[in-house]
């Protein structure tokens, strides 16, 4: 799992080989911190099938406005580019595996 803080946010979703599942969080926030080693987990778990990053909202103002990123946590999955899913705030791990099958 990568923690990104400068990047070139279109060029990593659109050009991955497999569905990226992009974790916007903030080190201040608590349920941020508290999901943090589900997030760990899952990219291990389902390295084979998507990528996991992280993206701090604070260090990518510009990247958390154009995909108006509200409240923290966020996950998007996206998919060359286009989100498939979206989930905004604490997602137990069973759901948010079951909602990234129901996506892939």
């Known amino acids: ?17 497999k569905p990226v599942l992009v974790d916007f969080y903030a080190g201040w926030c608590g349920p941020c911190q508290a ?5 760990e ?8 099938k998507i990528k996991v990053i992280k993206v701090d909202v604070e260090k990518n103002p510009a990247v958390s406005t154009a995909y108006k990123i509200s409240g923290i946590p966020t ?21 948010l595996l079951r909602m990234l099958t129901i996506n892939l």
């Open 75 to 95: 996950l998007i999955l996206f998919y060359k580019g286009q989100i498939k899913w979206r989930q905004s705030g604490l997602i137990p791990k069973p759901e």
């Open 41 to 48: 987990e899952i990219a291990v778990e389902m390295s084979e």
């Open 1 to 17: 799992m990568e923690t990104k803080t400068k990047l070139n946010f279109a060029d990593l979703i659109s050009n991955s080989d």
């Open 35 to 39: 999901m943090a080693p589900m997030i």
